[in-house]
């Protein structure tokens, strides 16, 4: 009786909290764009929560840079970057997805970044160069190249052939693998417990537990690796004839467009998981590299970007650089496609 009872209340403690907290963590899908029925605190017109190594996020802090449109910023740390403070009782109040960025326009949350930055846009100050074509049919093939670099829905990896934006969190795994070096298990074991999504935090577990040097011999992970890796040559194939096309120097030709924010995050992404070279080294794609250079010759991208570096992401980007330098077996599993 004295045993069982030193056991099972620690047990019955740790259960009691277990549902006490969950039921305080509100988590459900959530509706895309400008949400009219919600209502967050806020202090400025536009309020952006966001994370330094979230793609989304970069997209809609240009967009922003590029609107002039001031902000008051709230970074929210991911598991990768400082613990899930996204799954957290604060943050799911003002998104219950548990996801990043939210966009708030006097109180009301915009979600999804490709709606985010259409938002925006739209609601650019008098004076801001406009993002959008002002002609229905370029506005339209504008949209296209915005959706064709989308990041959408809950599996993202399943859609990587239809938007190299969907590409990008599978080859994003290497780095998500290499930066799981500064996270603590218990860290990722809170996104077992409370995340909406449970594939993110065991994929977390798995590259923690499997270390950078074991994700060659992942074969689920290598899989889904090389099949975004090929997927992204053909979306980056797309892109090139597509500035032949226009003459360039933008995407639709001489005036820059949220397809352009649009793309130049997943080519960001592409810098940070190390992988850049794969897609635009020895000569290949010019048009793109020439278009690429530019982008990082913007002023919104060193606000949006290089003023938002966070020092785990930097230092995963040179682990995984060595790791690979090291390892030719690691390389060829995360660059041969
Ligand atoms: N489709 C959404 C994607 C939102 C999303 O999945 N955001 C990621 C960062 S890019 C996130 O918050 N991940 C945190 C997590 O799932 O724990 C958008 O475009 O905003």
Not at 59 to 68: F, V, Y
Not at 205 to 222: H, T, Y
Not at 242 to 251: D, K
Not at 323 to 332: N, T, Y
């Given at each position: 009786?004295?045993?069982?009872?030193?056991?099972?209340?620690?047990?019955?403690?740790?259960?009691?909290?277990?549902?006490?907290?969950r039921s305080h963590r509100k988590t459900h899908a959530v509706g895309a764009g400008l949400?009219?029925?919600?209502?967050?605190?806020?202090?400025?017109?536009?309020?952006?929560?966001?994370?330094?190594?979230?793609l989304c996020s970069k997209k809609t802090r240009m967009?922003?840079?590029?609107?002039?449109?001031?902000?008051?910023?709230?970074?929210?740390?991911?598991?990768?970057?400082?613990?899930?403070?996204?799954?957290?009782?604060?943050?799911?109040?003002?998104?219950?997805?548990?996801?990043?960025?939210?966009?708030?326009?006097?109180?009301?949350?915009?979600?999804?970044?490709?709606?985010?930055?259409?938002?925006?846009?739209?609601?650019?100050?008098?004076?801001?160069?406009?993002?959008?074509?002002?002609?229905?049919?370029?506005?339209?093939?504008?949209?296209?190249?915005?959706?064709?670099?989308?990041?959408?829905?809950?599996?993202?990896?399943?859609?990587?052939?239809?938007?190299?934006?969907?590409?990008?969190?599978?080859?994003?795994?290497?780095?998500?693998?290499?930066?799981?070096?500064?996270?603590?298990?218990?860290?990722?074991?809170?996104?077992?417990?409370?995340?909406?999504?449970?594939?993110?935090?065991?994929?977390?577990?798995?590259?923690?537990?499997?270390?950078?040097?074991?994700?060659?011999?992942?074969?689920?992970?290598?899989?889904?690796?090389?099949?975004?890796?090929?997927?992204?040559?053909?979306?980056?194939?797309?892109?090139?004839?597509?500035?032949?096309?226009?003459?360039?120097?933008?995407?639709?030709?001489?005036?820059?467009?949220?397809?352009?924010?649009?793309?130049?995050?997943?080519?960001?992404?592409?810098?940070?998981?190390?992988?850049?070279?794969?897609?635009?080294?020895?000569?290949?794609?010019?048009?793109?590299?020439?278009?690429?250079?530019?982008?990082?010759?913007?002023?919104?991208?060193?606000?949006?970007?290089?003023?938002?570096?966070?020092?785990?992401?930097?230092?995963?980007?040179?682990?995984?650089?060595?790791?690979?330098?090291?390892?030719?077996?690691?390389?060829?599993?995360?660059?041969?496609?």
């Amino acid at each position: 009786m004295g045993i069982a009872f030193v056991v099972l209340l620690p047990v019955a403690g740790l259960l009691g909290w277990y549902l006490w907290e969950r039921s305080h963590r509100k988590t459900h899908a959530v509706g895309a764009g400008l949400q009219t029925d919600i209502k967050v605190a806020h202090e400025a017109e536009f309020e952006l929560y966001h994370n330094a190594l979230s793609l989304c996020s970069k997209k809609t802090r240009m967009c922003l840079a590029e609107l002039g449109i001031d902000y008051v910023g709230h970074h929210i740390h991911l598991v990768e970057t400082g613990g899930y403070e996204n799954i957290g009782r604060a943050f799911l109040g003002v998104n219950p997805a548990g996801t990043v960025p939210v966009l708030v326009h006097d109180g009301h949350p915009v979600y999804e970044s490709h709606e985010q930055i259409r938002y925006a846009a739209d609601h650019a100050p008098r004076g801001a160069s406009s993002l959008v074509p002002s002609d229905l049919v370029a506005e339209a093939e504008m949209q296209r190249w915005v959706d064709k670099s989308s990041l959408g829905g809950d599996d993202p990896i399943a859609d990587a052939k239809q938007s190299a934006g969907n590409a990008v969190p599978g080859l994003t795994v290497p780095l998500f693998s290499s930066m799981m070096d500064d996270v603590p298990v218990h860290w990722i074991l809170e996104g077992v417990l409370f995340h909406r999504l449970k594939i993110r935090p065991l994929l977390f577990l798995v590259l923690k537990l499997r270390g950078l040097r074991g994700l060659s011999k992942l074969p689920p992970a290598v899989k889904a690796i090389q099949a975004c890796g090929r997927a992204m040559h053909r979306h980056l194939d797309d892109l090139e004839a597509q500035l032949c096309r226009s003459g360039g120097p933008w995407i639709l030709g001489r005036m820059f467009t949220l397809a352009d924010v649009s793309w130049a995050v997943v080519v960001e992404r592409l810098r940070e998981a190390d992988s850049l070279h794969v897609f635009l080294g020895e000569g290949r794609r010019p048009a793109v590299r020439a278009w690429w250079e530019q982008i990082q010759a913007r002023p919104s991208y060193r606000m949006a970007i290089e003023e938002h570096g966070h020092s785990t992401v930097v230092a995963g980007t040179e682990r995984l650089r060595r790791a690979k330098a090291a390892d030719p077996a690691l390389r060829s599993a995360l660059e041969d496609f």
